[in-house]
């Protein structure tokens, strides 16, 4: 007899909401996400995780999502800050050993130059604005990140899979321009936000072209075939499923 289904729980990432609501309308993090979750007839969860929190704050909060659901598999998905959310899950929230995989998206394993510079004396933001988001950037940082690592080893039972991207910086739409040109002098290729290299974790990788809103099926850019834009995150999300539904 065949396992059941996994439950899916879809993580979102950081300074951002699962859905916002603007003027009766409402805009999904994981755009796309809702018509693949009907076409495979499937448990997905998309919890709201704190705004300003670091990520054991936001892992306690989806605690009580896993708690709530039935299903004896569980699989996480976590996209940006999101992935490091699903690691901690994994470790510190599952007494049970449900969660069976760990799929990251364009997820900073090693930290980002970003949250560095966030957290230096030579950041433009101003300090009230980094001092609400202080606990994120410490845990997005590159010591917060190997802080991280140390104290969450990935279990031996969980398959971990991650996905990155990169464009080049002429591809970049303009408010990722600046930031793709900061973290490939440091890292190399990125996606605008988060560099190949950090988002390499686990068993499988998986590359492809795309910048970071782009992950999420938010392209600011026009379709443009010569450089593969828009990126087809919903085959993203299906590829994401069907890895996640086999069985262990």
Known sequence: MPPEEPAF???????VRAETHVLGLTFEYFRGLRDVVV????TVRVPQMPFRA?????????????DELPHDRVALVGVSMGGLVARALAVRHDPDRRVE??????????????????LSTETRLPGWLVDQFRPAFADLSTPGAAEFNARTPDRDDVRYL????????NEMPI???RKEKQIFELEGENDGMVSVTSSKWGEKFTYDRADHFETIGWSPKLPDR????????RQ????????GRKAP
């Open 9 to 15: 729980v879809f993580l979102h990432g950081f300074m």
């Open 39 to 42: 076409e495979n007839g499937i």
């Open 54 to 66: 670091g990520i054991d704050v936001r892992a306690d909060a989806v605690r009580q999502v896993l």
């Open 101 to 118: 995989a760990v799929m990251t998206i364009a997820t900073p394993h090693r930290g980002s130059p970003l949250a560095d510079h966030a």
């Open 162 to 169: 991650s996905w990155g991207f990169s464009r080049p910086g």
């Open 175 to 177: 408010p990722l321009k």
């Open 226 to 233: 010569a450089t593969g834009r828009p990126f087809d995150q």
């Open 236 to 243: 993203l999300w299906r590829d994401v499923i069907a890895a």
